[in-house]
């Protein structure tokens, strides 16, 4: 095959002497092999191809990682949290410590959620470096060095250097790697690259190298010990049966190194059980609180899914049905993306990517089954490596039943380079085609998770002015904050996160964990932009009475305890806009019309009687705490001088509410929402118009009415007749905040 290395060894299995019958090789220098593969025709080439492709990858994504964060489209679910350990690991003298599950009774240990031992060779980078980026780049760098062993096994399986190039290209290139880094620090991303070396060394049958791959997989996290079990075992049954021409040598070593993977990841998967639940009372991800992403199926803990399955068919058709089509589209995707080639490799990598693919279906959990998140880092390694053993097969078929020459008997200028080049390129037109449609880049990623932030990630003024704000805060204070915002606070142990959604062991209640970290909390800082939902919660349970406002910039708030005096800055709020086909008619005599005399209105026609409500205006988006004007543009037609209308702003509270999803054993799974209460509206203030204007003179009007908004929510423009004869066109309003509250 074209490019194929010289003296390039026999793919596994192929027909060989019996290694025990061969005198051993002298030893060589890794340093010496690697300067004589360099050396060959083509390689040097093909190796820079590989390291420009690998350095693009890592430059290109670490920026647009960058870009997420400091768009504030992280969270602290995951960056915030990793970053928080890591950095408690190497300057806090507190190994593994983080603060948003300590109301699971956790005491904040890293390792009572997930056991992830091997993101902490991470730590040397934290002592030159600590903060988010570092993990955020470094996370990328581990996603595209995947492509060398990718490189290398298929070059090792297919016997050509291109082909080797072509592979790793579509490692870079498919979602399942982008979307395992898109957003967010995940120790899944680590995933292809530790597998990916692990399933090279056990081809060439290096022991040692792959028992060291093999056990920093285990140790990116114990999720994907059970998987591991799977591989070797499907392996390790592949070397019985079907009987091969593999020398008994190779077997036998095979088979040594197969064993040893699946006694370390069983040995492994009892360990990580036993830490976790002497840790974490609800045994996180081997307990009840991870098994509510089966709930549908009803099954009690992520291992007895499959038991569940199969003993109530009924309920796993209901499992499979909810959200059916985005599961079948996720499904179609993740295979097609590498041409399908997976779906004719060995056994031993379709079954473990069949088991994750069989609890993504069953699940409940959107993002088990959407591209572009975390998990699919479970699929990439045995995919690929699937998709390299597929094209394999695809190969020897084709050499069984003469493909290549029946096609040059029937194209007879056709030489093998063309038919290499044909193969190829088709291969990468299937791969870069569905990769397109799927990556994260794309703005509409086909099979994507869709509450996550898609596109080339652009970086708002507001953005820069809630920076602004975090650059206030000392570097060891302790604050608490939201969820987009805590990322970049988390270089601390006293950081502290609103709580969303989890587990409240024992009697521990929602409230509180919010006083409980307010005690705890020098500065408070909400932003009602990116974390509206969070920033009301934060205000419905939080007694901030201590927290006088130190700083404003547009809609993010920073208090600080104590502070006295006016804000340090005071940036007001983005101007709300409503436009006059927004107004709502309350009455007959209302109604909208696009295309008016006066451009686009809520159009009063007059004669409802005195006092009557003629219109409402829905607010468009929560106002946060501040003093503001409502500016209501319109234009009048009175029949008549003297009073005509009244013009009031009311508002109607955001109240946030923390309720229990539902309750366990260990406490409280709570759901968190927030509610508009219509039913409680405030009158913020109230202005009337008068005009002294006679019959059929138009009065084009600018009417400010000045409230004061104390608590987050939603503010009505209403306005009421007092003079039946006239006529109205309402324009628009727009809420302006003119003070801090």
């Excluded at 025990?20 to 050396?39: C, G």
């Excluded at 806090?92 to 390792?111: I, M």
């Excluded at 993504?360 to 998709?387: I, K, M």
């Amino acid at each position: 095959m074209d490019g194929a290395p010289a003296n390039a060894p026999e793919p596994v299995g192929s027909p060989d002497p019996d290694r025990s019958a061969l005198p051993r090789e002298p030893f060589t220098p890794p340093w010496l092999r690697w300067l004589e593969h360099v050396r060959r025709p083509g390689a040097l080439g093909v190796g820079l191809a590989l390291v420009a492709g690998i350095v693009a990858y890592a430059v290109l994504f670490g920026e647009f990682q960058f870009l997420n964060y400091w768009s504030f489209r992280t969270g602290a679910w995951d960056l915030g949290v990793y970053n928080q350990a890591l950095y408690t690991t190497t300057h806090t003298g507190h190994p593994f410590y983080y603060t948003a599950d300590l109301p699971a009774g956790n005491r904040g240990n890293l390792f009572a959620v997930h056991v992830v031992p091997s993101i902490f060779v991470l730590a040397p980078f934290y002592f030159v470096a600590p903060g988010p980026v570092t993990a955020l780049l470094l996370e990328q760098l581990a996603l595209a060095l995947g492509a060398i062993p990718t490189y290398l096994l298929a070059v090792r399986q297919l016997q050509s250097r291109t082909w080797g190039l072509v592979f790793a290209t579509a490692y870079l290139v498919v979602p399942l790697t982008q979307g395992t880094g898109w957003i967010d620090f995940n120790p899944e991303a680590f995933l292809p690259v530790t597998a990916l070396s692990a399933i090279y060394f056990l081809t060439v049958r290096r022991k040692w190298a792959f028992v060291a791959a093999w056990l920093l997989t285990l140790g990116v996290i114990e999720s994907i010990a059970p998987f591991l079990v799977l591989f070797a075992g499907a392996a390790l049954l592949g070397t019985f049966w079907p009987r091969t021409n593999a020398p008994t040598a190779d077997r036998r070593d095979e088979r040594r190194l197969l064993a040893i993977g699946a006694a370390l990841a069983l040995g492994w998967l009892g360990a990580t059980f036993a830490v976790v639940h002497t840790l974490n009372p609800t045994g996180s991800t081997f307990g009840p609180a991870y098994a509510s992403q089966w709930a549908i199926l009803g099954s009690s803990t992520i291992y007895n899914v499959p038991l569940v399955a199969l003993e109530h068919p009924s309920a796993a058709a209901a499992a499979l049905a909810f959200d059916g089509f985005a599961k079948l589209v996720f499904v179609l995707v993740a295979l097609a993306c590498l041409a399908f080639l997976p779906l004719v490799g060995p056994k031993r990598f379709l079954l473990p990517a069949s088991a994750w693919l069989a609890l993504a279906a069953l699940s409940n959990q959107p993002t088990f089954y959407h591209l572009d998140t975390q998990y699919t880092g479970y699929l990439d390694p045995f995919l690929v490596a699937g998709a390299i053993g597929g094209a394999v097969r695809v190969r020897r078929w084709c050499d069984r039943f003469a493909i290549e020459r029946a096609i040059r008997d029937r194209f007879p200028r056709w030489r093998p380079s063309h038919l290499r080049a044909v193969t190829i390129a088709s291969f990468l037109v299937v791969v870069l085609t569905t990769s397109a449609l799927a990556s994260p880049l794309n703005p509409r990623p086909f099979a994507a998770f869709p509450r996550a932030g898609y596109g080339i990630p652009a970086v708002t003024s507001h953005a820069e002015a809630l920076h602004e704000l975090v650059g206030l805060v000392p570097a060891q204070a302790s604050i608490l904050t939201t969820n987009r915002v805590f990322p970049e606070l988390s270089n601390r142990a006293n950081a502290f996160e609103v709580p969303r959604i989890g587990f409240f062991v024992g009697n521990t209640s929602y409230q509180s964990v919010i006083d409980a970290y307010l005690n705890q909390s020098e500065f408070v800082l909400v932003d009602f932009v990116i974390d509206l939902h969070l920033s009301i919660l934060l205000l419905t349970y939080g007694n901030l009475t201590g927290f006088p406002l130190m700083a404003q910039a547009d809609d993010a708030f920073l208090f600080q305890r104590g502070w006295s005096g006016p804000p340090l800055l005071w940036t007001p709020s983005a101007t709300v806009v409503d436009g006059g086909l927004s107004f709502v008619p309350k009455v007959v005599q209302s109604s909208r019309q696009p295309t008016g005399p006066y451009g686009p209105a809520l159009y009063y026609a007059g004669g409802a009687p005195k006092g009557t409500q003629i219109w409402t205006n829905p607010g468009s988006a929560v106002l946060a705490p501040g003093l503001y004007v409502a500016n209501l543009t319109f234009v009048a037609l009175p029949a008549a001088a003297g009073l005509q209308l009244r013009l009031a702003t009311v508002e109607f509270p955001e109240v946030g509410t923390a309720i229990p999803d539902y309750v366990t054993s260990f406490g409280h799974h709570y759901n968190l929402t927030v509610n508009v209460d219509y039913k409680d509206g405030e009158l913020l203030n109230t202005t009337l118009f008068a005009t002294n204007a006679t019959n059929g003179s138009v009065v084009s009007a600018y009417l400010r009415v000045p409230f004061l908004v104390l608590e987050p929510g939603v503010v009505e423009c209403n306005g009421f007749v007092l003079s039946p004869p006239v006529q109205v066109w309402v324009l628009g309003v727009t809420f302006q905040q003119v003070g801090p509250p």
